[in-house]
């Protein structure tokens, strides 16, 4: 069975600081990893995936995630957050060995004060 | 490219009243999904279509049903809404099961 849990209903970070938007994951093979963007009102939006090589993985918008298979996560990071940053994330994975269907996460919603 | 479409972009039923909503796509991806947001439960599948001529069902199929109409379109009905089915409906699409979903913009239903 694949699962996927995003720890923090919401995080707050001041414009210019780091962000990080946290992951995990429960799989029996190996994982695929996606991050998705939500705006207000909007669908969602692919940022980024990890299926295999190189566990720093960079998106759209200047996001990045890491892979860290030890700890069975895949965070989201960005350098330097923009108010326009503000939105829901999801994480979702795909257990490489069981479903092609992958499993969404409940979401983070990203809030960043001017 | 429009990428993936929805109609309506909003719609207001009575209990036991009867609906389809329409979703397209022009990316020629071979599969299509509906999936629906509520708050706090994220997004759950509900009905999907792994290429045309085939659909299955999702995480929560109980009360709709789904036709891929041809490889761009895939249409999801409620034969009797229950307000239960008070949701925004996201329609989505990608190359294969297994690779990202490119999203429509949703359709915010509510079911009186």
């Known amino acids: 069975a694949q699962s996927v849990a995003q720890p923090e209903d919401q995080v707050n970070v001041a414009e210019g600081n780091p962000l990080t938007v946290k992951c995990t994951y429960s799989v029996s093979g190996n994982p695929y990893l996606f991050w998705y963007v939500q705006y207000p009102n909007r669908g969602l939006q692919f940022l980024l995936k990890y299926i295999t090589g190189d566990n720093l993985v960079k998106g759209s918008y200047g996001f990045e995630a890491e892979f860290n298979k030890s700890q069975t996560s895949f965070h989201l990071k960005k350098p330097s957050a923009l108010v326009s940053d503000s939105a829901l994330y999801f994480c979702a994975v795909r257990d490489m060995g069981g479903s092609y269907i992958p499993t969404f996460g409940r979401g983070t919603s990203l809030i960043v004060h001017p | 490219n429009a990428g993936v479409t929805q109609t309506p972009k909003f719609q207001v039923l009575k209990t036991g009243q009867s609906m389809t909503l329409q979703c397209a796509q022009d990316?020629?991806?071979?599969?299509m999904y509906w999936y629906r947001q509520d708050p706090g439960m994220g997004l759950r599948l509900i009905y999907y279509?792994?290429?045309?001529?085939?659909?299955d069902k999702g995480e929560v199929p109980n009360g709709y049903n789904v036709s891929r109409l041809n490889k761009r379109e895939f249409s999801l009905r409620l034969e009797s809404a229950a307000p239960s089915q008070t949701s925004v409906y996201f329609c989505?699409?990608?190359?294969?099961?297994?690779?990202?979903?490119?999203f429509g913009p949703g359709t915010r239903l509510t079911v009186l």
């Open positions: 279509s792994a290429s045309e001529g085939t659909t």
């Open positions: 989505a699409s990608s190359e294969a099961l297994e690779l990202e979903r490119y």
């Open positions: 990316m020629n991806h071979n599969s």
